[in-house]
């Protein structure tokens, strides 16, 4: 069986989470504390020397890292790949924006303001990264004017990467009212069969 290493507030753990729950896929779920240190003990960069979560760990005892490779390992051979060359490398596309131009923007900003102090000198970037956050939304917005999903009209893991942190944005106090499509396409994500909420226990 599949084990996961996982934080239940984590956007990242929730795509693996949201992912087997679509795919009825059994796993252990183990909770990591980030906050606390746990991915930082040698135990644990045992696992993943990059001390991250999540962390999946394979049937054969292989450790698979990094959400989004996590994502594609799990749903290879599924309908949240699609067959097709271009359509494939669109998926990739899509979640190499959402990793490189949405994560450090939506994400990030959530963290600080769940977890740092109103005084903590991270505050202090919240305004760059909330300004590079919403040019993320737009480019989504932009997207989904004229598609029901991110590739080949239809859900796919580049949904799942870019919903897990998009849904919770105004967390982290982007707000999601400008952006009717992106808006819709969250509730078009939440509408799907064996869908399950952020914080769910598995």
Excluded at 27 to 32: A, I, L
Excluded at 151 to 156: L, P
Excluded at 167 to 181: C, F, K, Q, T
């Amino acid at each position: 069986m599949l084990t996961l290493y996982d934080y239940l507030d984590s956007g990242n753990g929730y795509k693996i989470r949201l992912l087997c729950a679509l795919l009825n896929e059994p796993y252990r779920w183990v909770e990591v504390d980030i906050l606390k240190g746990a991915t930082r003990t040698s135990e644990f960069l045992a696992k993943n020397p990059n001390g991250r979560i999540p962390t999946l760990q394979l049937a054969d005892g292989t450790f698979l890292a990094e959400s989004n490779a996590i994502l594609w390992y799990l749903a290879e051979d599924s309908p949240f790949i699609p067959a097709e060359r271009l359509q494939r490398a669109q998926v990739l596309q899509w979640m190499f924006f959402e990793q490189y131009s949405h994560e450090p923007y939506v994400a990030t900003p959530r963290f600080i303001k769940k977890h740092f102090p109103a005084d903590s000198p991270r505050q202090a970037e919240l305004p760059q990264r909330l300004a590079q956050g919403r040019a993320a939304l737009e480019v989504m917005d932009a997207h989904l004017k004229n598609d029901a999903f991110f590739v080949a009209g239809r859900y796919t893991i580049a949904d799942i990467a870019l919903y897990a942190y998009t849904h919770v944005a105004p967390e982290g106090g982007l707000d999601l009212a400008p952006y009717r499509n992106v808006r819709a396409w969250v509730d078009r994500v939440a509408s799907q069969a064996r869908h399950v909420p952020l914080t769910r226990r598995p």
